[in-house]
């Protein structure tokens, strides 16, 4: 309808209710095939939707992800503010628009987590990630080891073990802590850890972690689920 009603070169589209977000890539494919025309930026107006596998799902739907890693307070989009940036500079590109979004909500609410990433390095980052996880397996590397360094990593908004959101923990964090433990006796599986971070880097195009919550302090652009313990049948049914 938007696309119809509004003919443009360019298409971003935001999404406010995270349950919206859960269908999105079913909706923009079926857009695309009503329409010819791909969206070019994604923004996701809500709580905790900075995940690799988001940006993955999405990463034939757009150019652009632009999402939070936190639980957000009450403060939306900066959209006055981006807009202006926009009219002021109609030509910007989809990953200029990405980190203005990103810029503009950094200055209207510090004590906040913003990131833009590229959906077209997302499979790079998945190729990396997966090396790297079949590296660790082949090298025999500890369990105790992998999971002591995951638990080093404090879990985004870890208000209550039950919840679901305990288990996502920032992916650079992870890969950091393990790749940095001297007791990694492996070299092969510390250059693949290497490797999976740089691809996670390669993937970032704007990113803002501001005030003074310990949390965020781990937060550097991408979570990712990673359970502190095997599932439940009720945790799964949650």
């Not at 859960?22 to 809500?46: C, F, M, Y």
């Not at 500079?89 to 990433?117: D, E, F, H, I, W």
């Not at 039950?162 to 923990?169: I, P, Q, T, W, Y």
Request: proline letters at 5%; aromatic letters at 6%.
């Amino acid at each position: 309808w938007g696309m119809a009603k509004f003919p443009a070169r360019r298409y971003a589209v935001i999404i406010q209710s995270p349950a919206a977000a859960l269908p999105l890539q079913d909706s923009l494919q079926q857009a695309h095939q009503r329409t010819g025309k791909g969206i070019d930026l994604i923004a996701l107006d809500s709580s905790a939707m900075q995940q690799s596998e988001v940006a993955y799902q999405l990463r034939d739907q757009a150019a652009v992800l632009v999402a939070s890693q936190a639980n957000l307070a009450a403060e939306a989009f900066p959209y006055a503010e981006t807009l202006a940036v926009l009219k002021s500079n109609p030509k910007m590109s989809p990953q200029q628009l990405g980190s203005q979004l990103v810029q503009q909500q950094a200055k209207k609410c510090r004590a906040t987590v913003q990131t833009a990433v590229d959906l077209g390095a997302q499979k790079g980052l998945a190729e990396a990630v997966r090396t790297a996880v079949h590296t660790l397996i082949e090298e025999k590397v500890p369990a105790d080891l992998i999971y002591t360094s995951m638990m080093r990593v404090r879990a985004i908004e870890a208000d209550d073990p039950s919840k679901a959101v305990f288990d996502r923990r920032d992916l650079p964090a992870f890969l950091s802590k393990l790749g940095g433990d001297p007791r990694l006796a492996s070299e092969r599986a510390r250059e693949a850890l290497e490797m999976a971070l740089k691809a996670q880097q390669d993937t970032l195009l704007a990113h803002h972690s501001g005030g003074n919550h310990a949390v965020w302090g781990n937060a550097r652009g991408t979570t990712v689920f990673m359970p502190w313990q095997a599932p439940t049948r009720e945790s799964q049914l949650e």
